[in-house]
């Protein structure tokens, strides 16, 4: 398939490039003024990350950080071990963090890249369904608290996006269907095409080798790109009189979802939970 470039317009625009076989196109999103890239990555990703490392050696100085798995990685300790790193090794504003994993890989590297120095260029390498169609586009970073979810976080958008779907041959067939879980949750809010889709072919739909998925991960960017480009901040809700709920739409099922995986301890798949 060919790439295709969704663009996120706004006072801070990007592109989210969907395709395979994408790490070759880090350096042009990076910028030449970059000197050091902070690669900050799921750790159980080892063999996965190594493409994407070896481009980016070849052009910066690469401080590698493995995070811990899943959530465990979204909490203010993992957050300062990573401030602590980009100090040691004398990171500047100029330098730029690029994150790889999935959702909660990207939520942690986005806070650490908006919080240093405050805010540094950062690039996502989404390795998930879920981070590829919600994580990742938006700016929106994050970590956990004990009181909630989420509830520490600033908003700070990537330089560029890159959804390199053949980061999903390797995913387990759970994970991608809980990744749909946000997928269909972009078919309900705006884009009844993909329920069409799912409905028509539920194991196609989550097959990372043929055509519906990457279709499927295009429509929900796309659904995602034109609500947060007209609310990026979540400002414009029912509360002001507004027809629209804003960027609150995304949250259709999350409310009960966010409960569901706090009770849980944060054990049950995010996507699971919407």
Known sequence: MSDTVLHVGGASPYDVVVGRGLADRL???????????AFLYAAELDELAEP????LRKAYDVLALGLPSGEATKTAEVAFQCWDALGAAGFTRSDAVVTFGGGATTDLGGFVAATWLR????VHVPTTLLAMVDA???GKTGI???AGKNL???FHEPAGVLVDLDTLLTLPRAELVAGMGEVIKCGFIADPVILDLVETGPTAATDPRGPVLPELVER???VK???VVADLKETAGSEDGAAHPGREVLNYGHTMGHAIERAEGYTMRHGEAV
């Open 52 to 55: 994407v490392l070896d481009v």
């Open 152 to 154: 520490v976080g600033s």
């Open 136 to 138: 990742a586009v938006g």
């Open 225 to 227: 790109i034109e609500v």
């Open 119 to 122: 805010g540094v260029r950062v």
């Open 220 to 222: 929900a960017i796309r």
């Open 144 to 146: 956990n608290t004990a």
């Open 27 to 37: 350096p042009g999103i990076l910028s030449d003024s970059v000197q050091r890239v």
